[in-house]
């Protein structure tokens, strides 16, 4: 396979998923991906998903082959934003060698499976990003969420593409992949937003630094277990970030 021996690096923030983080690190964990690599960023969740974090990426780094680690935990002391769990993560994965690195929940909104696809799809279009994205062709929402939060959701995402004037289709999307290159030249380190319009912001500051992006179909599910983590502030910050985006351009 082309993506043989390619360092992947999945980041994944978490806060308060005990439930759901066994089956997502087995799942993530048996791709074919011979060089990828589990990162769990957990913002002190009072649950013990830390805790398990830490048994599972004993339990599977000790299987892994010639003592390659697969999985990581990064503690981090509060909650914090989801956007900051991120830059902490990425920033991690890119300081241990990651070629590519994929942004995941740990909720099972994302499909798993998916992953390789999108790995193929950087290196054989070279594209910086590649999105998972739910409002291209092929793509879709689960049929449980109820038509509130549909229109919710494609209306923030026609907002933002809006407002800033993006050929990114999904691009609120929290399921991308990115190469180690875009994310160096973008420096996780000056972005602004803490919460979920960090997906806007840092996409919009690739494609501004000149890398393309390409986006594949995905079916974006309900999560598995557990409640939402979004709140009426980040909802308020998802509106405000285009905006000053825009106007930081001009």
């Keep these: 396979m082309a993506y043989e021996g390619v360092p992947v690096t999945v980041v994944m923030p978490t806060y308060n998923e005990a439930a759901n983080l066994p089956g997502m690190a087995e799942a993530v964990l048996g791709l074919p991906l011979d060089a990828l690599h589990l990162k ?3 913002d002190s969740s009072p649950d013990g998903t830390g ?11 000790a299987d892994g082959a010639g003592g390659r680690r697969r999985m990581s935990v990064l503690h981090r002391t509060g909650k914090d934003g989801l956007g900051r769990a991120y830059t902490a993560g990425m920033s991690a994965a890119l300081e241990e060698g990651a070629a590519y690195v994929v942004q995941m929940d740990a909720d099972g909104s994302h499909p798993v499976e998916a992953v390789p696809r999108m790995l193929e799809t950087a290196l054989s ?27 919710l959701s494609r209306f923030a995402n026609r907002y933002a593409r809006t407002i800033l004037g993006t050929d990114i289709h999904d ?9 180690a ?11 602004d937003s803490a919460g979920y319009s960090f997906q806007v912001e840092l996409k919009y500051r690739a494609v501004q630094a000149g890398h393309r992006a390409a986006e594949i179909p995905i079916r ?11 709140t009426l502030r980040t909802q308020l910050e998802s509106a405000v970030v285009p ?8």
Excluded: Q
Excluded at 51 to 61: D, G, M, P, V
Excluded at 171 to 179: P, Y
Excluded at 220 to 230: N, Q, W
């Design 243 to 250: 905006v000053r985006l825009r106007l930081k351009r001009r």
């Design 40 to 42: 769990i960023v957990d």
């Design 51 to 61: 805790r398990i974090a830490e048994e599972l990426a004993e339990k599977y780094n």
């Design 171 to 179: 691009i609120t999307a929290g399921f991308n992949l990115w190469s």
């Design 220 to 230: 974006f599910a309900e999560r598995t277990e557990g409640v939402s983590k979004m």
């Design 125 to 151: 279009s070279g594209a910086g990003l590649v999105v998972g994205s739910r409002y291209v062709e092929g793509g879709s929402l689960a049929e449980d969420w109820g038509a509130h939060r549909v229109l």
């Design 181 to 191: 290159a875009t994310l160096r030249d973008v420096d996780l380190s000056s972005l």
